[in-house]
């Protein structure tokens, strides 16, 4: 049982270029998230979804992109980086809709934008 | 993730003794509270939770205790042991867009020393 999987483990852009964050989990889980974490700032959501066909935005939306066109993925996209989206990001997933249950995370992805 | 304890409280304990992580959460009316423990280089790890209408909730060697008079969540470590160094969140819940989203607070790190 792999849980949740994030690719890549690590990543180097420059600025202005696109990206996609893979996120994939095996559980039949229908919430699944997606949060950054910076030093000294804890993690902040920034898009989450209920299910299939269903996205919504959390506190830090802004230059990232989602969709979630299957139950076991859901893929974040970098339109255009900046270096202020250096950070590392965990996808994050649960089984029932109003997180009354564990969240459980990928081992995250670490992007440095030059 | 690496750098994370960068500008957090820190709480330095020797092994064996017992220790105690607060948090302050800001919304009264959150209804549903975690705390996850995150290693180094690991995604955040589910270790209790508590609702809204119980005061105290134990696990193994670990309690935690809400106070919603004053808005405050305690984790109690029982015996802790170097395993038990890493960074500690407690995160709340809150409706968004009428699904719940969980939001962290900003972590305090445990060292334990043998």
């Known amino acids: 049982n792999a849980g949740v999987t994030q690719t890549p483990k690590f990543q180097v852009l420059k600025t202005g270029q696109s990206m996609t964050l893979q996120c994939a989990q095996d559980?039949?889980?229908?919430?699944m998230s997606w949060y950054r974490q910076d030093p000294g700032m804890g993690l902040r959501l920034i898009h989450y979804?209920?299910?299939?066909?269903?996205?919504d935005q959390g506190e830090v939306p802004n230059g990232y992109n989602v969709s979630r066109s299957t139950t076991e993925d859901f893929p974040l996209r970098l339109l255009s980086a900046a270096p202020s989206q250096t950070s590392v990001y965990f996808c994050?997933?649960?089984?029932?809709?109003?997180?009354?249950?564990?969240?459980?995370f990928g081992e995250g992805s670490r992007l440095t934008v030059l | 993730g690496e750098n994370v304890g960068l500008h957090l409280p820190t709480l330095s304990v020797q092994e064996g003794d017992n220790s105690i992580i607060n948090c302050a959460y800001s919304?009264?009316?959150?209804?549903?509270f975690i705390w996850y423990k995150q290693e180094s280089g690991k995604g955040p790890q589910f270790i209790i939770d508590?609702?809204?209408?119980?005061d105290k909730r134990q696990g193994q060697r670990v309690t935690v205790l809400l106070n919603k008079t004053v808005k405050h969540l305690s984790l109690q470590i029982a015996a802790t042991q170097p395993g038990d160094s890493a960074v500690y969140f407690c995160?709340?819940?809150?409706?968004?867009?009428?699904?719940?989203?969980?939001?962290f607070g900003k972590g305090t790190m445990l060292l334990v020393s043998p």
């Open positions: 994050a997933s649960t089984k029932r809709r109003g997180l009354t249950g564990e969240l459980f």
């Open positions: 979804s209920v299910g299939a066909g269903i996205t």
């Open positions: 559980m039949n889980h229908e919430y």
């Open positions: 995160a709340e819940t809150r409706l968004n867009s009428g699904y719940s989203t969980l939001t």
């Open positions: 919304n009264s009316a959150s209804d549903y």
């Open positions: 508590i609702r809204s209408n119980m």
